[in-house]
């Protein structure tokens, strides 16, 4: 059976603390061509904040993915398609590895395992404030990346790895490193992707773009140019 992300080139993650772009709405983000859109942040998230943006998107037919940061935010939602629960391969916080995740299962009796899927991390930007909070260890060669990637893949079972570099554009060198250690894993890139050529160029490497501040920051068009690049760099 295909996993969803199979098919997907692009993603929008919604910030539940951030707010949209003046006059634009959750149905404007729903149709800027994304293949889905995920909620979740690293500061400042309540369950109520997470359940808003849902309950703002439910009525769209984009699917819809809840990327929790902590156990407490979790929300169940009928709306909800699934949850992408992260899990970081390079940080020595065993928290952040599989810590948070058996603290879920302790706090919740009845877990909708089919629906719960993993990302593999490896988090690469030192200034984020998601590698300041998971104490990753972002000094990583293209071969350390490989080697994660492989090792996420055919030792973890991993179905997504995620190169991750909120806020800033990274390394093409890297996200292809991280690529060509895959098999049938999809990688995810995201990171400073702000424009149609940002979108492309990673693209080539990664299977899929997420974007993230682009929307609450400059808005859906600026979102829909990188959906173009997406589309058109990986084919
Ligand atoms: C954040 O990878 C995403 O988790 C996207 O990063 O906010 O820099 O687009 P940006």
Known sequence: MTAPWETWDHVVKIDPDKT???????EDV?????????I???????EEK???VVRACATYDVP???????PEVVVNDEALDGYLIPTVFNTENQFFLVGAHKE?????EHLPWER??????????????????TEADCALS?????AYAEVAERLFGQEIIYVEYSGTFGDPEIVEAATGALDDGTLFYGGGVRSYDAAATMATHADVIVVGDLVHDEGVDAVSETVEGARDGGE
Do not use: K, Q
Not at 30 to 38: F, I, K, N, Q
């Open 50 to 52: 997470m359940e808003r």
């Open 20 to 26: 949209l772009v003046e006059g634009e709405t959750y």
């Open 104 to 108: 879920w299962a302790r706090i919740e």
């Open 116 to 133: 719960i899927h993993m990302e593999a991390y490896l988090v690469m930007n030192p200034e984020a404030s998601v590698a300041t909070y």
């Open 64 to 70: 819809l993915y809840l990327e929790p940061n902590a």
């Open 142 to 146: 293209p071969e350390d990346v490989a």
């Open 40 to 46: 979740g942040g690293t500061t400042g998230i309540t």
């Open 30 to 38: 729903c149709e800027t061509g994304t293949d889905a859109l995920m």
